[in-house]
């Protein structure tokens, strides 16, 4: 599992690994040390993020998987939030789509909230995804057995600067303010099912 700092009190639905058919070159289980779903401390109340994700530290966004996602889109979440951890050093709380929708949101998989983001879920199969943007929200949306979860990985990689080059090496850049980037929709559906060489 790749190595995290992020803090041990998780989530009682956290899972514990992701799909045993997960690409080889990406890490393949859920952080060991599970993250939070808590800040350790309180915000400032005169907090501005700038029109970022993250900033110092501190978010106002949270990310919203479904209240009954598969157990690869869970995982793509608290990816997500790992990964945003070790990134900017802001935990996000990771909420489910029965939460009333606020404005900064992180959507990630199969939600009620897909109407916002205006893509079609069958036509993704099940490796496919979409990442897009709206307003202020990100849209993470693929396929619930892989596609999800390849589409955070994807995102990490293309529009963040991480860097998967084995299960156990990867190369993560910090940012003080991690930015919100427009995304007008990047469409990726796989033409072949095998990933490994």
Do not use: H, M
């Amino acid at each position: 599992a790749p190595d995290t700092d992020a803090p041990t009190d998780a989530p009682t639905d956290a899972p514990t690994d992701a799909p045993t058919d997960a690409p080889s070159d990406k890490p393949t289980e859920a952080p060991t040390e599970k993250p939070t779903d808590k800040p350790k401390e309180t915000k400032p109340a005169d907090f501005d993020d700038k029109g970022n994700i993250t900033l110092g530290g501190w978010s106002d966004y949270v990310i919203v998987r479904g209240e009954n996602s598969s157990s690869s889109e869970k995982a793509a979440a608290y990816q997500l939030q790992a990964y945003i951890k070790k990134l900017s050093g802001a935990t996000l709380k990771v909420v489910t789509d029965d939460a009333a929708p606020i404005d900064k949101e992180l959507v990630v998989g199969k939600t009620n909230r897909e109407e916002e983001g205006e893509f079609d879920r069958e036509e993704l199969g099940t490796d496919g995804f979409i990442i897009k943007t709206r307003d202020k929200k990100l849209f993470i949306a693929g396929g619930e057995v892989r596609g999800t979860l390849y589409g955070v990985y994807t995102y990490l990689e293309e529009y963040l600067g991480c860097r998967f080059y084995t299960a156990k090496f990867e190369k993560i850049p910090e940012y003080d303010a991690l930015p919100f980037l427009e995304i007008e929709e990047d469409k990726q559906i796989p033409v072949f099912d095998v990933r490994n060489s």
